[in-house]
């Protein structure tokens, strides 16, 4: 267990790294000088040159690099160019909103998508099982931001029940806020709860003719209720895996949502630091997010690990 632990440890130190590398050498080969797009086009030669030493920019690239990796590991993200404030700081104050959603949205896929799947795999065969298999597929294919939109023109503009968008911070109204993220929410779960409706019919299948579940019915369950005492348990194991994928999509996929319903969180920041060309905040923004989807993903394998017996003795070997 500890080499294994080791393994996946290295694995995510080094992820990190590379894509610290990927981001910053992509984001600085992008044409266009910003110490010029900060100060304008009428700017002197002067004024530029004076602003681009105060960057950083007259530097090697592999120094820029190694500085600001380096301050990155202290917390030290630098200072945005467009708001003069440091970019941790800004992500602090946009994660607030982003990181809620992203969990908001994997609770209602998980209660929407785990009961599903395991009432079709249940009803395998029947009417009932190909009608929400065929929802789930339609569910997988419908864009979340144009589910959004559908919601925010049934919830918000016909049944005014829910804001359009926008968002109130939690220390000055609590279920405002909550009540912001409710329709963002559904938008992001809606195909990760459709995904995760077909996987788990699928592994409830696979384990439906086990040999422990026939020795369940030998002893007087009917196939249902051996599925749902012994079935579940073991089918949740590639359950899992798609669970760390799909919370790490949320993650990343708060950008396109949160500029739909205008809320204030990391993906509009990021949005918005892109179209003020402020790259400081740019590489700090996605290295976050970055960190936060590989996280995720070392945990899932921790639990994994964990769950499944088989994984540690093999890691022992």
Do not use: C
């Not at 788990?200 to 009917?222: E, F, H, N, P």
């Amino acid at each position: 267990m500890a080499g294994f632990l080791f393994r996946r440890v290295f694995g995510f130190a080094l992820t990190l790294f590379i894509a610290a590398l990927a981001i910053f050498l992509l984001l600085d080969i992008l044409p266009g000088d910003p110490a010029r797009f900060i100060l304008g086009i009428n700017a002197s030669p002067e004024s530029v040159n004076a602003l681009r030493e105060q960057m950083g920019l007259n530097l090697p690239i592999w120094q820029r690099f190694f500085s600001w990796i380096g301050g990155v590991m202290v917390g030290d993200f630098g200072i945005s160019h467009s708001q003069a404030t440091p970019v941790l700081e800004l992500i602090k104050e946009r994660l607030v909103v982003s990181f809620p959603l992203a969990i908001f949205a994997m609770i209602i896929s998980i209660m929407l998508g785990l009961p599903i799947g395991i009432f079709a795999a249940r009803r395998r065969g029947k009417i009932s099982d190909s009608l929400f298999m065929t929802l789930a597929q339609i569910g997988v294919a419908i864009p979340s931001f144009w589910f959004g939109m559908l919601l925010v023109l049934l919830f918000s503009v016909k049944l005014g029940w829910l804001p359009t968008g926008g968002f109130i911070s939690w220390q000055d109204d609590f279920f405002a806020g909550l009540k912001s993220l409710i329709l963002p929410s559904f938008a992001l779960a809606l195909p990760q709860a459709a995904i995760l409706a077909r996987v788990m019919r699928t592994a409830l299948v696979d384990v439906s003719s086990a040999d422990y579940i026939r020795t369940a019915q030998a002893k007087g369950l009917t196939k249902g209720q051996a599925i749902l005492r012994h079935g579940v348990q073991n089918a949740m194991l590639p359950v899992l895996t798609i669970l760390g994928l799909q919370f790490a999509f949320l993650i990343a996929g708060t950008i396109i949502i949160e500029n739909v319903f205008y809320l204030p969180g990391l993906g509009k920041l990021i949005f918005t630091a892109i179209s003020e060309r402020d790259l400081i905040l740019v590489r700090g923004a996605l290295i976050v997010l970055i960190m936060a989807v590989t996280f995720t993903m070392l945990i899932t394998d921790l639990l994994y690990a964990l769950i499944d017996p088989r994984l540690r003795s093999r890691t022992r070997q």
